[in-house]
Nanobody
Framework: QVQLVESGGGLVQAGGSLNLSCAASGSMFRINAMAWYRQAPGKQRELVATIFSGGSTNYADSVKGRFSISRDIAKNTVYLQMNSLKPEDTAVYYC????????WGQGTQVTVSS
């Protein structure tokens, strides 16, 4: 079992920045990748960024150049640094850990005002 706890969400003006954190605990040795997803009201959950066990990363086109995913292995924590935020980035952001099954955090709200 893996437990994930997100933090760092909040209200920010357009153009601002936020840094989300995802603290993981439990059986991490089978985790192949960690990712951030988001879900806006009335929309499907979408993949924002992924960091794989080897350290490589992937980003959704909508956030490339603005968001950065990173990790601190010693702390079992994954981060999502979000810069140049736009109102369309408003969503609940979820942390996920992928192995033979997926684990999800409870989500953290990010609201970007125009």
């Amino acid at each position: 079992q893996v437990q994930l706890v997100e933090s760092g969400g909040g209200l920010v003006q357009a153009g601002g920045s936020l840094n989300l954190s995802c603290a993981a605990s439990g059986s991490m040795f089978r985790i192949n990748a960690m990712a951030w997803y988001r879900q806006a009201p009335g929309k499907q959950r979408e993949l924002v960024a992924t960091i794989f066990s080897g350290g490589s990363t992937n980003y959704a086109d909508s956030v490339k150049g603005r968001f950065s995913i990173s990790r601190d292995i010693a702390k079992n924590t994954v981060y999502l640094q979000m810069n140049s935020l736009k109102p369309e980035d408003t969503a609940v952001y979820y942390c996920a850990a992928m192995s033979y099954k997926d684990y999800w955090g409870q989500g953290t709200q990010v609201t970007v005002s125009s």
